[in-house]
């Protein structure tokens, strides 16, 4: 589908691509002529010309000593083996690669292989990269964490971990998405995380971010903010992707193991995009593995139906970086809709973009109805509840498997469970919960 | 030189302090934003910043995103405000300095948006999310347009990067006195007064002190050693009824602003 000019202003000055290169003073590449690499960001944050660092100065000092302190941590043997332990010990990782037969034999085309990041412990792959964090909360000496969430995955992984560490967590997330998020907003308060309802603008993730940022603008010398996905200042989207990229690790091995060879495919779901960046990450200079990235479709194409910037949106600054996003005329933040509130976001992490303008990865969206059609249909084929986040790649997945051929094979990051989604489903379909 | 520059010459040859009120633009309209310009200026007030209002404002506390809310919901657009502020510019003497998110300079083109805020009668800008590493580009188109560009240190900038970063504002350096976001406060840091003076020793840049600022002890403390104060939230908490009585918001405004100024 070509890119939309929803966002296109009719009045005023009409948008430019000089007012996109003269935005990266830092870069003086043109990634959309550049081959992706995984040499990056540079030191100032850049993906290309994505990513970088628009903050007020206040979290300045803080991000530089993050990026400091991550940088000693990467080398630190004891750091990456306590963080390695974790993951084997209280997570349950390695997640097992599982072959969906049934699914694959329906579907008549590329065989269908399932990273199963829902069966980790908390049930999605969130804990990865919270595990991380809140080690270099400890490292820091910082005493308190907060965190944004979404559909609450992230909540619970901060929750989990900060009890694990002893560390109080405050957990900011929007009121629309507590409400359809109910299971994990009591997961939160059982693991003695305190979830703070965010009553502005639309109340939902992006909503979370801000009031989360707030937070730490005044808690900054104590407080350590876990952001959950791939996005915000540097060194956010280059740590966060670091951690999940133990999920690609794991397959790329897996693969060669079970199947030989790399993967044919691999599609992940993407609204921040932390799953997804995890998993293509490794298998970036992998030339020969096709990488597709697909977004919420929400209603359809029209403004404000959905939440896919990558799709539809257009290069601007939100929430401390500068990637795709969805945004009017004036550079005002336009509302999106999802049925998953995982992925009902605006943005989008800036390697994303990156990986969008060098051709690497492919991006797509898909509809609300499309992923409701795919929680079924795996539910009932494959005895798999997924998350409705991960409902969205399921379905791009099985509709590209189709037009494969039964010796190629294809890998869904099956990134979360469902058992959240059970009462949104319900009263979505009248039914009783 | 820049109308700000002139200023500053002239308030420190007089051994006068600036008095800078911020004020949402189009809270509830233009048409008020206008007036209120016109009010400060009547009331003696050195200069005054329009924050342009932004969906996102990480940096704001609740008073000035209520206000940015209440403006951007009556679907006000960037147009609107350069309109207004045209209209009011000549009526006063004082500079007009835009608040502005560097995601609606980015959007405009900065090259653009620059030509269009000096077109309506600004003097410059403060673009409270682009760190001074991020700066550079729009900072030299700033230079050629004889426009500021109003940076800001925070009580979280080390010593060496608030001489780097006063260095590379012109007009004057913001001074952010607490850590944390816009909004009133009952008390300033215990060592902001020092942490000031330091860096006045060490610039010839006018250095003027927000956030938090709303009582007019805060402005007898601070007068002494900076070249002036700004007052945000404290102000547009007066605009919050304005949709239904501009006078009675008018009228806070003046009690409010002459307060403050007579604590100078």
Known sequence: ????????????????????????????????????????????????????????????????????????????????????????????????????????????????????????????????????????????????????????????????????????????????????????????????????????????????????????????????????????????????????????????????????????????????????????????????????????????????EHASPLTFGSPGVLHGSYSYVMQDDDGQTSDVHSISAGLDYPGVGPEHSYWKDTHRVEYTSCRDDEALGAFDYLARNEGILCALETCHAVAKAVEIAKGMSPDQHLVICLSGRGDKDAAELARLRGQQW | MTAIDDLFAKLRGEGRKAFMPFITAGDPDMAFTCQVIELLHRLGCSMAEVGIPYSDPIADGPVIQASYTRALGKKLKLQQIFDGISGVAPKVSMPLVSMVSYAIIHRIGPEKYIDAAKGAGFAGAIVPDLLVEESDALSRICRQKDFNLIQLVTPTTPRERALKIAEQSTGFLYFVSVTGITGERTELPTDLVDRVAWLRERTTLPICIGFGISKPEHVKLLAPVSDGVIVGSAIVRMMENAATDQAGALAKIESLVKSLMAAL
């Open chain 1, 1 to 304: 589908m070509p890119r939309s000019h929803l966002a296109i202003r009719e009045s005023f000055f009409p948008p430019t691509l000089q007012s996109r290169m003269s935005l990266a003073p830092s870069s003086t590449s043109q990634s959309s002529t550049e081959v992706a690499t995984k040499q990056v960001p540079d030191l100032s944050g850049r993906f290309g010309d994505f990513g970088g660092r628009f903050v007020p100065e206040t979290l300045t000092r803080a991000l530089e000593e993050l990026t400091l302190e991550y940088d000693r941590a990467k080398k630190d043997p004891d750091f990456q083996a306590e963080l390695n332990e974790l993951l084997h010990t209280f997570v349950g990782r390695p997640s097992p690669l599982y072959h969906a037969k049934r699914l694959s034999k329906q579907m008549g085309g590329a065989q269908i292989w399932l990273k199963r990041e829902d069966l980790n412990h908390t049930g999605a792959h969130k804990i990865n990269n919270t595990l991380g964090q809140a080690l270099l909360t400890l490292r820091m000496k910082k005493t308190r964490v907060i965190a944004e969430t979404g559909a609450g995955q992230h909540g619970v992984a901060s929750a989990t971990a900060c009890a694990h560490f002893g560390l109080p967590c405050v957990v900011y997330m929007g009121a629309e998405d507590v409400r359809r998020q109910k299971p994990n907003v009591f997961s939160m308060r059982l693991m003695g995380a305190e979830v703070r309802p965010v009553e502005s603008g639309s109340k939902t993730l992006r909503d979370a971010v801000n009031e989360a940022m707030r937070d730490w603008m005044a808690s900054v010398e104590h407080t350590h903010y876990i952001i959950g996905s791939v996005i915000g200042p540097h060194p956010f989207p280059m740590m966060v992707r670091d951690f999940q990229s133990v999920i690609g690790r794991e397959c790329r091995e897996q693969c060669l193991t079970s199947i030989g060879r790399l993967p044919d495919t691999i599609v992940a779901c993407v609204g921040g995009g932390s799953n997804a960046a995890g998993m293509f990450y490794p298998f970036v200079e992998d030339r020969s593995v096709r990488m597709i990235g697909v977004e919420a479709g929400g209603r359809g194409p029209s403004a404000g």
